[in-house]
């Protein structure tokens, strides 16, 4: 019997991940590794999410690719040759890490021929969720947010407040015209805003707050039938922006949890770097290591820079 959102373990049975991006901004790596694959330390950033889909109790990864990316997919294999010659020669805990992807999670793959924005991503979602699904998750594979519990606090919101919920951080004004933003009230619960409207990279000036959307929603079902609606904006993409001030245009609840916890960017190199020396630091292997050679290299740096 299929479960509704409410019944799932944690409030989400269905995660959806949209991956069919073309990783510009990391070429020319992304001329043969899709960007969801390029590792932070030893684990992909699809790795990542596929873990912490898990940790709630989601039954399914919903994995949006685009016809040549494939590679992404396969990650979930499970490379029995590979892991069998690993075992022979003794290195058992490489063996594991390739093990641990095909264990994680089930996969599914929906493909989307066109990179037709966020909106046109999450609607294809639609034909894998079971009858009596009433909401589920989106993760954007670029965005590790720590702890990796903001969803578990989302379903407790939901369960309270019904409709959607989703993950905000606060910005430094200048920074909005980077995000969706919220115009937001308050509630009753000082990290959780109910939201009156949304604006996608707005000007500064015109930004009507600092809590902009990061990649964690917990979406009602009610979204697929506000993207059927929407119309194509710049560059011919639908926003799922769009689709959401719909649903509050409509009388439906939709609230923001803040997050204050860290958020690491893995859609362009600046971000990137940060979250590789942030997971090495936390790294018991790692860790004490490459402190000391970090801390190396910040004194060699700050030694040839002292007179500028």
């Known amino acids: 019997m299929a479960t509704t959102c409410d019944e799932a373990p944690l409030g989400v049975k269905t995660v959806v991940v949209p991956a069919a991006g073309m990783g510009t901004r990391f070429l020319p790596a992304t001329k043969t590794v899709p960007k969801e694959l390029l590792p932070v330390v030893d684990t992909p950033g699809i790795e ?8 709630l109790g989601a039954a399914r990864l919903a994995i949006i690719t685009a016809p040549n990316k494939q590679e992404v997919m396969r990650h979930f294999d ?14 058992d805990e490489q063996a594991a890490k390739v093990e641990r992807a095909a264990k994680i999670i089930k996969p599914v793959s929906i493909p989307q021929d066109k990179p037709l924005g966020l909106g046109h991503a999450v609607g294809l979602a639609e034909s894998v969720l ?21 969803l578990e606090d ?16 606060e910005v430094s004004r200048e920074e909005t015209f980077n995000y969706g933003v919220f115009e937001v009230e308050d509630t009753d619960n000082d990290n959780v805003k109910k939201v009156v409207g949304m604006v996608e990279k707005p000007e500064p000036k015109d930004a009507p707050s600092n809590l902009v959307a990061t990649g964690r929603y917990l979406l009602d079902r009610k979204i697929f039938d506000a993207l ?81």
């Open 154 to 169: 989302m379903a407790r919101v939901r369960r309270e407040l019904g409709g959607s919920v989703l993950c905000a951080v």
């Open 78 to 91: 499970e490379f029995p040759e590979l892991v069998a010659t690993l075992q022979s020669r003794g290195k």
């Open 228 to 308: 059927r609606k929407i119309t194509p904006g710049k560059g011919g993409e639908l926003q799922l922006t769009d689709a959401i001030d719909l649903l509050i245009d409509a009388g439906e609840p939709v609230h923001v949890v803040i997050h204050h916890g860290t958020r690491h960017d893995l859609g362009n190199p600046g971000g990137y770097i940060p979250a590789c020396v942030d997971f090495g630091l936390r790294s018991d292997k790692y860790g004490p290591a490459l402190y000391k050679s970090l801390k190396a290299i910040l004194a060699s740096y700050e030694a040839e820079h002292a007179a500028e």
């Open 130 to 150: 079971d009858d009596d699904e009433d909401c589920f998750a989106v993760m954007l594979p670029d965005d590790i947010v720590m702890p990796a519990t903001v």
């Open 48 to 55: 990542l999410i596929a873990e912490e889909a898990a940790s």
